[in-house]
T-cell receptor, first 114, second 110 residues
């Protein structure tokens, strides 16, 4: 069964460093997403991406964040200068954009900022 | 804007007990509704969904009915197992993205 894969599963970084989280969405999906879950809290929408551009972003997705689909298969989230409060689980998701609205999630990348 | 409200947890039950986790939503129109489950240390998995009013989604003994009159999508299971211990998220489809509730932790004791 096709699945969304994410790497790394866990990354530890120093405050102020750049981090890139990678995702391989399901191949025939058209919509790609990043969500964030701070430990024990709700799953928050960060950004959606369609047709090689951002279609929507939340207030959380400020200038420190960027997304890219560099090669037609990978979908990356970059945090330019990490802050302590960026520590969270980041989930990538993809969807077909059909009537059901169903999204398929990866297992997440845990980011720890020290 | 669109939003989802879930009952707060944790919910602690004994094995074979009946489960209800309440979920209500606010939305324009009639969005698709979902329950996702997150087992310890894992990502989000779709548990069930309903795409229109009066639809009943079901999977693994869990059920939820899309009630537009009460704007609800409560999750139920007749007899829970220890392996059902997880966090359950109610969600709705809003303009090609999902909006999640805050999640409800379920703990089932033997």
């Amino acid at each position: 069964e096709p699945e969304v894969t994410q790497t790394p599963s866990h990354q530890v970084t120093q405050m102020g460093q750049e981090v890139i989280l990678r995702c391989v969405p399901i191949s025939n999906h058209l919509y790609f997403y990043w969500y964030r879950q701070i430990l024990g809290q709700k799953v928050e929408f960060l950004v959606s991406f369609y047709n090689n551009e951002i279609s929507e972003k939340s207030e959380i997705f400020d200038d420190q964040f960027s997304v890219e689909r560099p090669d037609g298969s990978n979908f990356t989230l970059k945090i330019r200068s990490t802050k302590l409060e960026d520590s969270a689980m980041y989930f990538c998701a993809s969807g077909q954009g059909d009537d059901t609205g169903e999204l398929f999630f990866g297992e997440g990348s845990r980011l720890t900022v020290l | 804007g669109n939003s989802v409200t879930q009952m707060e947890g944790p919910v602690t039950l004994s094995e074979e007990a009946f489960l209800t986790i309440n979920c209500t939503y606010t939305a324009t129109g009639y969005p698709s509704l979902f329950w996702y489950v997150q087992y310890p240390g894992e990502g989000l998995q779709l548990l069930l969904k309903a795409t229109k009013a009066d639809d009943k989604g079901s999977n693994k003994g869990f059920e939820a009915t899309y009630r537009k009159e009460t704007t609800s999508f409560h999750l139920e299971k007749g007899s829970v197992q220890v392996s059902d211990s997880a966090v359950y998220f109610c969600a709705l489809d809003s303009s090609y993205k999902l909006i999640f509730g805050s999640g409800t932790r379920l703990l089932v004791r033997p």
